[in-house]
Structure formats: structure tokens, C-alpha cells
T-cell receptor, first 110, second 113 residues
Framework: RKEVEQDPGPFNVPEGATVAFNCTYSNSASQSFFWYRQDCRKEPKLLMSVYSSGNEDGRFTAQLNRASQYISLLIRDSKLSDSATYLCVLIRSNDYKLSFGAGTTVTVRA | EAGVAQSPRYKIIEKRQSVAFWCNPISGHATLYWYQQILGQGPKLLIQFQNNGVVDDSQLPKDRFSAERLKGVDSTLKIQPAKLEDSAVYLC???????????FGSGTQLSVL
């Protein structure tokens, strides 16, 4: 089983819609979680950290479910500019090893 | 604040040739990473440095790939000889410490013909 798994999508949504997707992880020692955004042919850029209590940043909401071992990202009121691949990243607490998911592609259409 | 600098931006070589990539991390960042990203996949860690020491190089194909970070600042990644399957984007990233968020450079797109 891969350490980090994501639904590759693509999630095709109309402008203004809400889209949500998860990232599951297998190592319970995972401590830190992040969502990165990667545009086509660009480098990944940090979107937001994921805190235990859940956190929001504008239209983006991240949640952590330790019991079921997944994190989620919800995008409200989708914009065309939200079209990208969203990578989840986790860092293990025991050795600080960092693992990337393969990414979830979101396409927002007009 | 200056970001992670990488060069070259693009490189095209023939198989069996050698190639080198350069990375200058954000000032003060102790941890430096090299990733390989093949189209449609997530980044794959090649090597992680903590200052000038190697923390993890378990996925580095050591028969052809090498990397160094001699003074604990900038780093080079070399491939010799290159194979067709090495065609990918090579991303350098840095962080303040091993458990902190990463900041990426713009990457080097390598095409091996």
C-alpha cells in the first residue's frame, strides 16, 4: 500500500461549485500535513497547512481525520483560476520523512 | 524574499551524456531536497540534505546520479550517463528544518533523446 494516496480525478466542476477531495495515508506516525497546488508545468506551491482542528483560508477548508487517517480539501465558490493539481504532503513524526501524493486534478469550467 | 533558485530552466541532451543541475536554497534554510517529477506523477524524493550531510538518499540511483552540498548552502545534482527514462522535471526545494513546509524552485525540465 502506498504511504499517501489521492484520487487522481479529474474533478470537472462549474464555476461557483464546491469541490472536495481526500488524501489517505497509511502511517499513523504522520505528524504534519500540507496541501500544495501545482499548475501545469510549474513548481508546487504551498496552499495551506492542515491543523488538527481544521482550518480555513478564504474559500479553502482543510480537515484532518486522524482516526480514519485522511486529510481533505474543500474549495467553495470555485474560480477558473482554481484549476490545478492539488498535492497532499505529510511528514512523519519519527524520522521527518516527507511523502507526496500523486495529486488530484481539478478543472473548473466556465 | 528571494526564493529557491535553480538553473538551467531547460536542458536537452542525448542518452549517455552527462548533465548537472544547480540549486541555491532560501537563505537560512538548513534542509535541501532534490525531487524528480515525471509528468502525471507526484514528486519523488531523490535526496535530502540537512546542512551538508545526507539525510535520505534511499531512492537515488547511485550508479548514475550524484549530488553534493559541500558548504551547506547551494547544491548540484548530476546524472552520468543519462538514460531516456531520466526525462523529467528536477525540482529543488528547501525548508528551515526537516519538519517544516517546503518551498520549491521553478525546476529544470530535462529531455533525454
Amino acid at each position: 500500500r502506498k504511504e499517501v494516496e489521492q484520487d487522481p480525478g479529474p474533478f470537472n466542476v462549474p464555476e461557483g461549485a464546491t469541490v472536495a477531495f481526500n488524501c489517505t495515508y497509511s502511517n499513523s506516525a504522520s505528524q504534519s500535513f500540507f496541501w500544495y497546488r501545482q499548475d501545469c508545468r510549474k513548481e508546487p506551491k504551498l496552499l495551506m497547512s492542515v491543523y488538527s482542528s481544521g482550518n480555513e483560508d478564504g474559500r479553502f477548508t482543510a480537515q484532518l481525520n486522524r482516526a480514519s487517517q485522511y486529510i481533505s480539501l474543500l474549495i467553495r465558490d470555485s474560480k477558473l483560476s482554481d484549476s490545478a493539481t492539488y498535492l497532499c504532503v505529510l511528514i512523519r513524526s519519527n524520522d521527518y520523512k516527507l511523502s507526496f501524493g500523486a495529486g488530484t486534478t481539478v478543472t473548473v469550467r466556465a | 524574499e528571494a526564493g529557491v533558485a535553480q538553473s538551467p530552466r531547460y536542458k536537452i541532451i542525448e542518452k549517455r551524456q552527462s548533465v548537472a543541475f544547480w540549486c541555491n536554497p532560501i537563505s537560512g534554510h538548513a534542509t535541501l531536497y532534490w525531487y524528480q517529477q515525471i509528468l502525471g506523477q507526484g514528486p519523488k524524493l531523490l535526496i535530502q540534505f540537512q546542512n551538508n550531510g545526507v539525510v535520505d538518499d534511499s531512492q537515488l540511483p547511485k550508479d548514475r546520479f550524484s549530488a553534493e552540498r559541500l558548504k551547506g548552502v547551494d547544491s548540484t545534482l548530476k546524472i552520468q550517463p543519462a538514460k531516456l527514462e531520466d526525462s523529467a522535471v528536477y525540482l529543488c526545494a528547501s525548508s528551515l528544518a526537516a519538519r517544516e513546509k517546503l518551498f520549491f524552485g521553478s525546476g529544470t525540465q530535462l529531455s533525454v533523446l
